[in-house]
């Protein structure tokens, strides 16, 4: 490597991008085209960096298999940046092994955070674990030491683990101000905002208050029965009975907790679990069918007790039922809660994540976008999906994932 190209790539490591540029503006070999490719992608010219990196790959070819690696890794990371969830995982896996087998391991660690990143974003905690537990973060330098700990920040946040969240994300602040660029710093601000913002509210005997992530996390351990509808879970301490595929019973337990210590009527539990204005006879006939299957889902934490008017919810050891609710509850919103954090979505990246079919997201974009709530640029496989303004709520609850204690 000639001292240009060192130079240009000390600059692009300080954060330096445009006098990294500057050395090698005018070159087209393949270790040039690399590093123009990666300064344009921290820029924010992503489609302009995607192309450069894909000729330096090529220009390097199979001679040179660790600067083509390099190359993938740095198409992976944009790939991720862009949401775009199609680029294949495996030719990053298949990137970091080349790496490691080259001891490379600087560049190896960047692409198992970013293979990292990637399953946390589309909740597979316990494989993004299992990635980060192969990496010793302290000899790594101040910037992959962030890295680091803003995933381990992130689990920990999806598993509503808040202390552990804050002291990770307290070890990225520092590793961040350590390797002086400022992208980075405002990188663990953001992500640091998540605690500082109303996550769930929390509805109980007529009250409704907004709560905080480390809330949250002491409504789920306090005791109470909690009715989750940000997971669609009935909760009472380890105890967790999971309703995620049967709506209706999901609806007559809310319905049932909104209403406790009181009963609620059978007209009203058909309103709320069916729809229906006026309840006949074929409704109250569904409704004593469906009780009876959330009687048999409930059996261990709870009981649904018949009255003179209705039913009743009867926790077995809890003193308190709470319902656990989005800041914000509407149609497709888990889809407004992925575009929350900023980024521009494709259509099929969040079919991915949120483990729907892409033509029913896009039905729901649609819908959404003529409401005005979400609005669209480019055409085509380049078109991408934003929210004219973030809502104020982080997607934690509302992305796909274990359950805290699992």
């Given at each position: 490597?000639?001292?240009?190209?060192?130079?240009?790539?000390?600059?692009?490591?300080?954060?330096?991008?445009?006098?990294?540029?500057?050395?090698?503006?005018?070159?087209?070999?393949?270790?040039?085209?690399?590093?123009?490719?990666?300064?344009?992608?921290?820029?924010?010219?992503?489609?302009?960096?995607?192309?450069?990196?894909?000729?330096?790959?090529?220009?390097?070819?199979?001679?040179?298999?660790?600067?083509?690696?390099?190359?993938l890794?740095?198409?992976?990371?944009?790939?991720?940046?862009?949401?775009?969830?199609?680029?294949?995982?495996?030719?990053?896996?298949?990137?970091?092994?080349?790496?490691e087998?080259?001891?490379?391991?600087?560049?190896?660690a960047?692409?198992?955070?970013l293979?990292?990143?990637?399953?946390?974003?589309?909740?597979?905690?316990?494989?993004?674990?299992?990635?980060?537990?192969?990496?010793?973060?302290?000899?790594l330098?101040?910037?992959?030491?962030?890295?680091?700990?803003?995933?381990?920040?992130?689990?920990?946040?999806?598993?509503?683990?808040?202390?552990?969240?804050?002291?990770?994300?307290?070890?990225?602040?520092?590793?961040?101000?350590?390797?002086?660029?400022p992208?980075?710093?405002?990188?663990?601000?953001?992500?640091?905002?998540?605690?500082?913002?109303?996550?769930?509210?929390?509805?109980?005997?007529?009250?409704?208050?907004?709560?905080l992530?480390?809330?949250?996390?002491?409504?789920?351990?306090?005791?109470?029965?909690?009715?989750?509808?940000?997971?669609?879970?009935?909760?009472?301490g380890?105890?967790?009975?999971?309703?995620?595929?049967?709506?209706?019973?999901?609806?007559?337990?809310?319905?049932?907790?909104?209403?406790?210590?009181?009963?609620?009527?059978?007209?009203?539990?058909?309103?709320?679990?069916?729809?229906?204005?006026?309840?006949?006879?074929?409704?109250?006939a569904?409704?004593?069918?469906?009780?009876?299957?959330?009687?048999?889902?409930?059996?261990?934490?709870?009981?649904?007790?018949?009255?003179?008017?209705?039913?009743?919810?009867a926790?077995?050891?809890?003193?308190?039922?709470?319902?656990?609710?989005?800041?914000?509850?509407?149609?497709?919103?888990?889809i407004?809660?992925?575009?929350?954090?900023?980024?521009?979505?494709?259509?099929?990246?969040?079919?991915?994540?949120?483990?729907?079919?892409?033509?029913?997201?896009?039905?729901?974009?649609?819908?959404?976008?003529?409401?005005?709530?979400?609005?669209?640029?480019?055409?085509?496989?380049?078109r991408?999906?934003?929210?004219?303004?973030?809502?104020?709520?982080?997607s934690?609850?509302?992305?796909?994932?274990?359950?805290?204690?699992?």
């Open positions: 490597m000639d001292s240009m190209i060192t130079a240009a790539a000390r600059l692009l490591a300080t954060g330096d991008l445009l006098g990294a540029l500057k050395r090698v503006a005018l070159r087209s070999d393949a270790p040039a085209l690399a590093l123009r490719g990666i300064a344009m992608a921290q820029l924010g010219d992503l489609p302009r960096a995607k192309v450069l990196l894909k000729t330096a790959a090529r220009g390097f070819g199979a001679k040179e298999p660790v600067a083509r690696a390099r190359c890794v740095a198409e992976a990371e944009i790939a991720l940046v862009s949401r775009d969830l199609t680029w294949p995982a495996k030719t990053l896996t298949s990137a970091r092994e080349v790496l087998a080259h001891d490379d391991r600087l560049n190896a960047h692409a198992r955070h293979e990292a990143r990637r399953l946390l974003l589309i909740g597979h905690l316990d494989e993004a674990e299992g990635l980060l537990a192969q990496v010793d973060p302290a000899p330098p101040p910037s992959l030491r962030t890295a680091h700990e803003l995933v381990v920040g992130g689990i920990a946040i999806r598993r509503l683990r808040t202390n552990a969240a804050r002291a990770a994300l307290r070890r990225a602040k520092n590793s961040a101000r350590e390797a002086g660029i992208a980075l710093e405002a990188e663990v601000e953001a992500v640091s905002q998540v605690l500082k913002t109303p996550a769930a509210r929390l509805i109980g005997q007529g009250d409704e208050r907004f709560l992530l480390e809330e949250v996390e002491a409504v789920l351990t306090s005791g109470a029965l909690v009715v989750d509808a940000c997971r669609y879970v009935v909760r009472n380890d105890e967790l009975v999971s309703l995620s595929t049967r709506p209706v019973l999901f609806a007559l337990a809310r319905a049932l907790a909104q209403n406790w210590p009181g009963d609620m009527s059978r007209n009203a539990l058909v309103a709320r679990a069916f729809r229906a204005k006026e309840a006949d006879e074929s409704h109250r569904r409704l004593r069918v469906e009780i009876g299957r959330l009687r048999g889902e409930l059996h261990r934490i709870a009981d649904v007790d018949a009255t003179k008017r209705g039913f009743v919810l926790p077995r050891r809890a003193n308190e039922v709470v319902i656990l609710a989005p800041p914000v509850e509407e149609q497709n919103g888990e407004l809660a992925f575009l929350a954090d900023g980024e521009a979505w494709s259509s099929s990246a969040l079919a991915i994540a949120i483990g729907a079919s892409p033509r029913t997201v896009q039905r729901a974009l649609d819908a959404l976008a003529e409401a005005g709530k979400v609005q669209s640029f480019g055409r085509g496989p380049a991408r999906w934003t929210i004219p303004s973030l809502p104020g709520f982080p934690t609850l509302l992305l796909p994932g274990p359950l805290p204690n699992e």
